[in-house]
């Protein structure tokens, strides 16, 4: 069974999440969480970075996540933008939102790997 835990790997990933949660959903196959269960996913994203007042919000194929933090401070947003993008449906993309400045996901990982 395969186990999406959201907390633990931002946990894991970044100091940039703060002191998250661990939040988990589990389902038989990560494709599976992906797409049937993207409601709850959302929910568990928001919950994992609470401290950062995030929301979540699907517009066509881009996942909007807005929460406090500087889009502008070095490596802003690499881990964020890694953990969110490994677990939103294929086809769809990534956009931080931060009160000072937006990432857009693909767009900083295209940059990093020049």
């Not at 994203?45 to 517009?59: G, M, N």
């Not at 933008?81 to 956009?95: E, F, H, W």
Request: contains cysteine.
């Amino acid at each position: 069974m395969a186990i999406l835990a959201l907390g633990v790997a931002a946990a894991a990933c970044s100091k940039e999440a703060g002191q998250p949660q661990a939040v988990a959903a589990t389902s038989s196959s990560a494709g599976q969480a992906r797409g049937t269960n993207q409601e709850h996913l959302f929910a568990a994203i928001e919950q994992t970075y609470k401290s950062r007042k995030a929301k979540v919000r699907l517009e066509g194929s881009v996942v909007h996540v807005r929460m406090d933090g500087d889009a502008s401070v070095t490596n802003a947003g690499w881990t964020d933008c890694r953990v969110i993008s490994q677990l939103i449906d294929k086809g769809q993309t990534a956009m931080l939102e931060f009160p000072g400045g937006n990432i857009d996901c693909p767009a900083l990982f295209k940059k990093v790997m020049r």
